[in-house]
């Protein structure tokens, strides 16, 4: 047996991992609505795709991720990326990565060890990432390699920190049970060569993209995501950031989204009056008035129907679903919603 085939690898798909919003679980419900309500789509526009769970339900069609945060934006080149890539070469890098030992001190260990990751974790994450940043520079991995691998490690990290699936904390003297374990990721190598992912606000995007289908899933509360997910977005970023605070968290100014302030409902109406699309689909909750304050929606669903109004025919589907938010006040049921909102058309 050769040397390349006692090579042991585990591998990921884009749900294995954990993300506030995430829609996974909702892809019948959202796909049953497309396909009963919806004609003649051949582009998808999935302009705050988060994980992209939304878009590996299209893969059909021609796909446009945007996402405002960086690290979500390489999950989803990962995933979707037009560009070609080698699948040997992400289990050649994953499977010494997976063996790397003693990989000694650096931005990690300086900053995080034995915070949400062992010190001997840190060490690893950080000598990976450079790793992968020296690879990519030295031309040794394309672009679309460079996400995977990244999409990799934080996939890796996100199994193991000792959070409850977020970084706005870490569990203090928690063991650190299991360890940096890297898994292959899946991803097509041949994705539509028409798929496009961005990097940027969707308020922005819209002027100048136009989609059959463009599907809107913001934040719906004042919980700002690079809150949430600073330390994923700093590794993904790697531009080695002073951290502050318990939490250790970089600056996020620039970062954080009008859809959880009290600009939501004027975000949201300026984003709806510059899309161009034949159908606008809306995932957004309705935890208004019934969770704690924080959990509270920043838009009221007048307001979502009179602004999606203005711009087409509209109809609500729900499905219900058990919801529980973060602190005691479970609420035993709730309904997601969709909003399907049939544009005039504008000709
Ligand atoms: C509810 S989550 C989306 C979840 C996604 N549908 C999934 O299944 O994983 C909302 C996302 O919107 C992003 N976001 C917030 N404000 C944004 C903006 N102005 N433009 C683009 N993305 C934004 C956040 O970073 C977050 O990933």
Redesign the pocket.
Known sequence: MSVAETKVYKTSLINNRR?L????KLLPFITKVVNDECSDIETVAD????????SSAFTDKIIIT????YS?YICNYAWFGAEEYNPQTIIDFVVRYNAATECGDNYMTENFADTYFSREDCSKIGFIREDIEENYKNGTINNRERAILITSLLYAMDKIAVTCGHYDAYRKGADFEASLELYVPLAEVNNNPSNQCFNE???ELVKRIEADLVYI???YNSRQ?CDAYHLLENVARWEKPEVFGVAKKMDRSGMK???CTMSATKAFEALIGDIKAKYIMLSYNNMAEKGNCRSNAKITDEDIIRILSKKGTVKVFEESYKAFTTGKSDIAENAERLFLCTCFNED
């Open positions: 993300y919003g995430n829609k996974y302009i705050f795709a988060g994980t992209g769970a939304v945007n996402d405002l945060m979500n606000d969707a308020n899933d913001p934040p995501y989204s009008k859809y």
